[in-house]
C-alpha cells in the first residue's frame, strides 16, 4: 500500500539560507500534518491542513510557512535557517480531521535537516 | 497544554511481557494513541483508545483509564525486533487532530 512520501530524505543547508520539505500523503487523504522532533525527543506539532486550509497551529516559528496544494500534497518553507533547526521533520497524513472520529495519522519517513 | 509521562526505559527478555504506562493532564481528551518508532525512522502507528478499556490487536494490547488520565500498552511474547521507542500520544479535544506526544519509552529487549 502507498505510504506517505517525503522529499528530500537528507538536507544539508548553511545558517540563514532557505528550505523547502515536501511531503505526499497517502491516496485520499485530506490532512496532512508536520511535526519536528530533535535529537533524543519527541515529536513536537508544528502545522496542519485540511483540504488546503490551515487547521491547527503548534509551536512553527514565524520563519516558517506552509502550504497545502490542490493535489493534496504539503511543503514546508523555512527560511532564515537557524542551527538549533536542525532536526527530523516528518509528516503524516489522515483521512479528514473530524475530532470525532478516529484519524490515524500515517507517518513519512521524515527529512533530516542539518543546518551548519 | 498538557503534561504527558511515561518511563524513559524499559528493559525485557525475549518472550517476556512487558507494560508501559502513561499518565496525561489535559484540557480535553480526544483519543489515545501509542506508536512505535526505531532510531531515525517514521513512527508506526499500534493502537487508538478513545473509550474506557482494552483494545487488543495480536502482541499488543492498550488499556485506557479516562478518569484516572492513564493508559498502558502490553507487549506480549516479546521479540528482539520489539527493541524500540513507544511514543503515547494525546489527541485534545479542542484540536483538529494534532497529536501531544509524550518522550516515549525505550524497550531494550534482551535475549
Known amino acids: 500500500a502507498a505510504g506517505v512520501i517525503q522529499s528530500p530524505r537528507h538536507l544539508i543547508k548553511e545558517k540563514r539560507e532557505t528550505a523547502t520539505l515536501k511531503c505526499y500523503p497517502i491516496?485520499?487523504?485530506?490532512?496532512v500534518y508536520w511535526y519536528q522532533q530533535g535529537p533524543g525527543q519527541d515529536p513536537q506539532f508544528l502545522i496542519s491542513?485540511?483540504?488546503?486550509?490551515?487547521?491547527d497551529k503548534g509551536s512553527i516559528p514565524d520563519r516558517f510557512s506552509a502550504q497545502q496544494f490542490s493535489d493534496y500534497h504539503s511543503e514546508l518553507n523555512m527560511s532564515s535557517l537557524e542551527l538549533g533547526d536542525s532536526a527530523l521533520y516528518f509528516c503524516?497524513?489522515?483521512?479528514?480531521?473530524?475530532?470525532?472520529?478516529?484519524?490515524?495519522?500515517?507517518f513519512g519517513a521524515g527529512t533530516r535537516l542539518s543546518v551548519l | 497544554g498538557q503534561n504527558i509521562d511515561q518511563p524513559t526505559e524499559m528493559t525485557a527478555t525475549e518472550g517476556a511481557i512487558v507494560q508501559i504506562n502513561c499518565t496525561y493532564q489535559?484540557?480535553?481528551?480526544?483519543?489515545l494513541f501509542w506508536y512505535q518508532q526505531h532510531a531515525g525512522e517514521a513512527p508506526t502507528f499500534l493502537s487508538y483508545?478513545?473509550?474506557?478499556g482494552l483494545e487488543e490487536k495480536g502482541r499488543f494490547s492498550s488499556f485506557l483509564s479516562r478518569s484516572k488520565g492513564y493508559s498502558y500498552l502490553l507487549l506480549k511474547e516479546l521479540q528482539m525486533k520489539d527493541s524500540a521507542s513507544y511514543l503515547c500520544?494525546?489527541?485534545?479535544?479542542?484540536?483538529?487532530?494534532?497529536?501531544?506526544f509524550g518522550a516515549g519509552t525505550q524497550v531494550v529487549v534482551t535475549p
Open positions: 491542513f485540511y483540504e488546503k486550509m490551515q487547521s
Open positions: 489535559t484540557s480535553g481528551f480526544n483519543g
Open positions: 491516496p485520499r487523504h485530506d490532512t
Open positions: 503524516a497524513s489522515s483521512l479528514g480531521a473530524d475530532r470525532t472520529l478516529k484519524n490515524i495519522q500515517y
Open positions: 483508545n478513545v473509550l474506557d
Open positions: 500520544a494525546v489527541r485534545e479535544g479542542d484540536s483538529w487532530g494534532k497529536l501531544q
